[in-house]
């Protein structure tokens, strides 16, 4: 059913919801649009209003052929939405799940091209922070470039930034996607334009191998991998190409390409992609359930493989939708989880039955260890003492006495 978006828009048809709100088909005074409803509860967010409005420059302001531009900002009682351009086309994300995993070809092609739009953001000002294939339109009508990709635009510019208000993520939270999100994010920092690059360069890994590097499992195992883990190899593509992604995905910050120096990077490499196929990877799986176990619900059958990889909702039992759950508030690890520690899930090779890192048994190990550390080191320095004590009483009892201070009777 159509409803009105302030006094200039009509939103006529739903197109994709997300967890930040629903992405409307509308019409405008110049024609057709794109339009972002936000969530209710976010309009009646007194100060997530003030910051759309403070927004509203900026985001204007952008823009780029690789980038979905914000027409308009719209406030209007309980409707808070971005007005963007209309992409006749699909979601990066679509066509993955479609085809699995791209030819490097058109992986390469369409990941420059939102190194471009990223560019431009950062000349700008701005960083996304929420890069992941469901932020990057296809737009099936215009020209078909290299590997037959289709030309790629980022949206959903500003969208974290504003929902991620100081009263929503104190510094015990986190706002993101779990397989998205770099490092330095997770360790609490402000997010730079580094974070982009971070994301980008995962994108990049998940299409050209049909899964994230560091995604799997609870969300919180997730990011103890961003910081603590490496990448791991993708056979059979360019090692210049390889160690683009790698310098990419720097855990330090500086260490990454600015968007510009991706973009031309990635222009060169495509020459040596032309023609390549698909990679032919295997998916990290989890280990088949044993045959004597019974199957639940939630369990998949004996033998049956178990995707690994991959976005996970941030909300447990959360139905999938087309925005993975971003923008859903999570605790930031302790150092602890960081490190591997009791509540951490690092995957420290250790001996049979030894004790995991930092688990009770561990730490009542090391406080014995302690302890008899002491004990030795009180017995060992008795023993100096008394080797010490005998050996000058040996001396003593050899020699003559000598009287070095007597007196003399007057």
């Not at 520690?341 to 260890?369: D, I």
Request: hydrophobic fraction near 40%; aromatic fraction near 2%; proline fraction near 9%.
């Amino acid at each position: 059913m159509a409803r009105k978006i302030g006094s200039r828009y009509t939103a006529n048809q739903i197109l994709g919801r997300g967890s930040a709100g629903t992405v409307w088909l509308g019409e405008g005074p110049d024609g057709p649009v794109a339009i972002k409803l936000l969530r209710e509860d976010l309009a009646s967010d007194q100060e997530l209003v003030g910051r759309f409005v403070q927004e509203r420059t900026a985001l204007l302001g952008l823009e780029h052929p690789h980038v979905v531009s914000v027409r308009d900002l719209v406030v209007d009682g309980n409707d808070l939405a971005l007005v963007m351009d209309l992409v006749r086309g699909t979601d990066l994300r679509t066509r993955l799940e479609r085809e699995r995993r791209l030819a490097p070809e058109a992986a390469v092609a369409i990941v420059a091209d939102v190194a471009e739009g990223l560019a431009a953001a950062h000349a700008a000002g701005v960083v996304h922070r929420d890069v992941k294939p469901e932020n990057v339109l296809l737009d099936m009508q215009g020209p078909l470039g290299p590997g037959g990709s289709h030309p790629a635009l980022l949206t959903d510019f500003g969208v974290a930034k504003l929902i991620d208000t100081p009263k929503r993520t104190r510094a015990t939270k986190i706002i993101g996607t779990p397989d998205y999100l770099a490092p330095e994010i997770v360790e609490g920092l402000p997010p730079r334009a580094a974070v982009d690059i971070y994301a980008l360069a995962t994108v990049l890994y998940e299409l050209l191998a049909g899964f994230t590097p560091f995604g799997g499992g609870h969300p919180g195992a997730v990011l103890r991998r961003h910081v603590t883990e490496t990448v791991a190899p993708l056979p059979g593509i360019p090692d210049e190409l390889w160690q683009l992604i790698v310098q990419c995905l720097a855990k330090a910050p500086a260490s990454r390409l600015r968007a510009s120096e991706l973009a031309a990077r990635l222009r060169e490499q495509l020459p040596q992609l032309a023609g390549m196929p698909p990679l032919s990877v295997d998916e990290p799986d989890a280990a088949p359930a044993p045959e004597t176990a019974e199957p639940s619900a939630a369990e998949p059958a004996p033998g049956e493989r178990v995707r690994r990889r991959g976005s996970v909702s941030l909300v447990p039992g959360a139905q999938p939708d087309s925005n993975r759950d971003t923008h859903t508030s999570m605790r930031v690890p302790g150092a602890d989880e960081l490190a591997g520690g009791a509540r951490g899930t690092a995957r420290v090779p250790r001996a049979s039955g030894a004790p995991r890192p930092g688990s009770a048994r561990h730490r009542a190990a090391a406080r014995r260890r302690r302890v008899t550390l002491g004990v030795a080191g009180a017995v060992l320095a008795a023993a100096v003492g008394v080797g010490a004590w005998l050996a000058t009483s040996g001396d003593d009892a050899g020699t003559t006495p000598q009287n070095t201070h007597t007196s003399t009777a007057p």
